[in-house]
């Protein structure tokens, strides 16, 4: 038997168990319906990729706020009073 739900007053559809184990969905997944000429799909929504991820590990690590202005200060180079460009 082909899985099926009943459309809710409300718009809202349960997600047959068979079909929620096969996208892998569990509770408060979202999901997004793509449309394709004469079909509909449902899958697990995409989540965008994160635009800073490419930079992840790009500056060095610190342990405390007085290393970040430590850090910060040398790139200024407060020290001197002259400011890089």
């Given at each position: 038997?082909?899985?099926?739900?009943?459309?809710?007053?409300?718009?809202?559809?349960?997600?047959?168990?068979?079909?929620?184990?096969?996208?892998?969905?569990?509770?408060?997944?979202?999901?997004e319906f793509?449309?394709?000429?004469?079909?509909?799909?449902?899958?697990?929504?995409?989540?965008?990729?994160?635009?800073?991820e490419n930079?992840?590990g790009a500056?060095?690590?610190?342990?405390?706020?007085?290393?970040?202005?430590?850090?910060?200060?040398?790139?200024?180079?407060?020290?001197?009073?002259?400011?890089?460009?």
């Amino acid at each position: 038997m082909t899985p099926s739900s009943t459309l809710s007053s409300k718009g809202r559809l349960t997600v047959p168990l068979e079909i929620r184990r096969r996208l892998g969905l569990k509770q408060g997944d979202r999901v997004e319906f793509v449309l394709e000429e004469e079909r509909t799909i449902i899958r697990p929504a995409r989540t965008p990729k994160n635009p800073f991820e490419n930079y992840a590990g790009a500056l060095p690590a610190f342990r405390s706020v007085q290393e970040v202005n430590t850090w910060v200060s040398s790139l200024r180079d407060e020290d001197t009073g002259n400011a890089r460009s």
